[in-house]
């Protein structure tokens, strides 16, 4: 028997109150491309991530960590001769691009779903060995991007992997320095909302994860500061000038 397959587009990008607002608004081809490949480069990010975090684990013995963990895969599809019904453009479409619409492919999942962060929310709410890796993973994803990036709003639910009982994560999103990775990327906000809630536990612990990479808000917040001092440019209102001798 076949995996049965879901296919996702973006038809909103913004929130409204306004229930007309909402019904009216349309995402163009292009708009949804640019966030359905941005989706899937979240995916492909984090199985790299996730494979250097578990090369890690394998170097640490005595250190307890949930083996089975995977994140989902994916591809693209884009519509040709024709848009579909499901696209919401009309067979001659006006959308400026005159490619069909892109559409991120994932295998179904079943409706159990695991929640272990928020957008801009890390706390650790239970302590299972599932959930203390897949927060490490988080820090991991942190120190390893070199402070540059950090994965939010991970979710899962059961799937087979490597023939035994596990989790696929999904619906990745990440906050950035640039707050250029896509849709929910919150920027530095997100990036302290983050530093500020995660809580090495025993997993992080024993990976070393809290020396070698360690989390401290405070340091995060000046190095921003400092970087964004040094391409500041100078104040037109008191140029410097030039000193002769």
Not at 49 to 62: D, H, N, W
Not at 109 to 132: D, N, V, Y
């Amino acid at each position: 028997m076949g995996k049965q397959l879901v296919a996702k587009r973006f038809f909103k990008l913004q929130e409204s109150k306004d229930i007309m607002a909402f019904l009216d608004t349309k995402v163009s081809v292009s708009e949804s491309r640019v966030e359905v490949e941005g989706e899937g480069m979240r995916l492909a990010q984090c199985q790299w991530f996730l494979a250097i975090f578990y090369q890690l684990c394998g170097k640490k013995s005595g250190v307890s960590v949930y083996e089975n963990l995977t994140i989902a895969d994916a591809l693209l599809a884009q519509e040709i001769d024709g848009n579909s019904i499901a696209s919401g453009l009309n067979s001659e479409s006006d959308d400026s691009d005159s490619t069909g619409m892109t559409w991120l492919v994932e295998q179904k999942r079943l409706h159990a779903l695991i929640k272990f962060s928020g957008t801009l929310q890390h706390r650790i709410l239970q302590k299972g060995l599932q959930t203390l890796t897949v927060h490490a993973f988080s820090h991991f994803v942190y120190g390893y991007s070199k402070e540059t990036m950090v994965v939010a709003d991970l979710q899962g639910t059961p799937a087979q992997v490597k023939g035994k009982d596990g989790l696929v994560l999904f619906d990745v999103m990440t906050h950035t320095i640039n707050g250029e990775s896509g849709i929910g990327d919150f920027g530095i906000e997100g990036m302290v909302s983050f530093l500020k809630d995660h809580e090495c536990l025993d997993v992080c612990h024993g990976l070393g994860l809290d020396k070698s990479m360690p989390i401290d808000v405070n340091v995060f917040q000046a190095n921003v500061w400092d970087k964004d001092k040094e391409s500041m440019p100078e104040d037109d209102d008191e140029p410097v000038l030039p000193v002769h001798t």
